[in-house]
């Protein structure tokens, strides 16, 4: 029932009540795990599954509606709904995932967001170094920069492959960076907005690259499910596919450098 209360045109029209969905999603994931500790995944898979029937519709409008005419006429323009709609997705969930690790007590919030807390550990140690903000240091660069594209290779895969499976890394990526805020939240309110400022730069170029990646491996799926290999609108949207990627790779790449920045 919950999945209905915003319907796709209406997510279309008013994106921002997405964010209030996710945190919906992701409250009750969250509320569930606590009580039912032995699902493994819980806050990120009991927060998927009532997205999906709501997103599968949107990746599936998306496809159907894009003709010839209007990709010639501005196709950014055209995607940028959709766009903004996983965004606000994102951000809710995120804010959700930080809400609760931080009121959570220690005990309770190191069992529901154990995997995000060993992910957090790994990724410290891709990147290191002391921000100055005056040295890129280009190891460090390559190897953010190669850890993301494969995040980024997967969304595009299981959105292809499995439908809404990406659907799965954005509230899982979303998880880690709610986890990481919410624990400097925890430990001090200005932590926690230290640790956001710190952050914003490099991760809001990262999501938007995932967020690329998911609409364009979204289309081609539905593309290549609905559409004959001949047809005019099946060849302009892989090349729009193509271009979304190309876009969605070189983005990845500047936030690896702002995120080396030392």
Known sequence: MIETLVSPSLARRQPWQLFLLAMLFVSLAVIISLFVPSIAGGVV????????????????????????????????????????????????????????????????????FGAQLNEIQLIRGVAYGVPTGRIIQSDVAMNLFSHNLLVLGFMFAFTLIYGIGAVYLLLWNASIIGVFIGARLAEAPELGLYSLLGILPHGSLEIAA???????????????????????????IALDVVLLSFVSVAVLGLAAILESIV
């Open 45 to 112: 898979m009991l927060a998927m599954v009532p997205s999906i029937p709501l997103i599968w519709t949107l990746l599936v409008r998306e496809e159907t509606q894009e003709t010839v005419e209007t990709l010639r006429r501005d196709s950014w323009h055209y995607h940028l709904p959709l766009l903004k709609v996983f965004a606000f997705f994102f951000l809710g969930a995120a804010v959700a995932y930080a809400a609760w690790f931080a009121v959570l007590p220690t005990s309770d919030a190191q069992t529901v």
């Open 210 to 236: 995932y967020l690329l990646a998911t609409i364009a491996g979204g289309m081609l799926s539905m593309a290549l499910m609905r559409r004959t290999f001949e047809s005019a609108e099946f060849r302009i």
